[in-house]
């Protein structure tokens, strides 16, 4: 059975480009071994991350998440069964925030910048859509 979970963080102190690059090469060796593919976005120091794939390997890697002393403040946004992956391209994507324009953010929320903690899963899930359809996301697949 397929699943889909999203969830956002705040960053710890420390965290930056190149420990954000570590675990994003930690990302993709982990999960293209554990059939999960997914996208991360990291903007102004939340995280924001889709993880689909069977469920007993989404589940023990959301585990693994909320022990990771990177993340702070983790909220589950979207659990779904799912019938198809929306990312199945990318063992780990990452969205480009360079290429997002302001528009696209006031889209889905009040103000033109990624906050999480204040709409629903399933707008920022749209988002996440939204991203990958305008050629967003970067990183190996």
Not at 72 to 90: H, K, N, P
Request: glycine share 8%; charged share 20%.
């Amino acid at each position: 059975m397929l699943v889909r979970l999203m969830y956002c963080s705040r960053s710890a102190p420390g965290v930056d480009g190149e420990e954000l690059a570590l675990l994003l090469r930690q990302c993709r060796s982990h999960n293209g071994d554990a059939g999960i593919t997914g996208m991360l976005c990291f903007s102004e120091g939340l995280f924001i991350q889709v993880l689909e794939g069977g469920r007993a390997a989404v589940n023990q890697l959301y585990q693994r998440i909320l022990a990771d002393t990177r993340h702070t403040d983790v909220v589950l946004l979207v659990y779904e069964e799912i019938s198809q992956r929306r990312f199945a391209g990318w063992t780990m994507g990452q969205v480009n925030m360079a290429r997002i324009n302001t528009a696209m953010l006031l889209k889905y929320s009040e103000r033109p910048s990624l906050d999480p903690y204040s709409v629903s899963g399933r707008v920022t899930m749209a988002l996440f859509e939204e991203m990958l359809a305008t050629a967003s996301v970067v990183g190996d697949r």
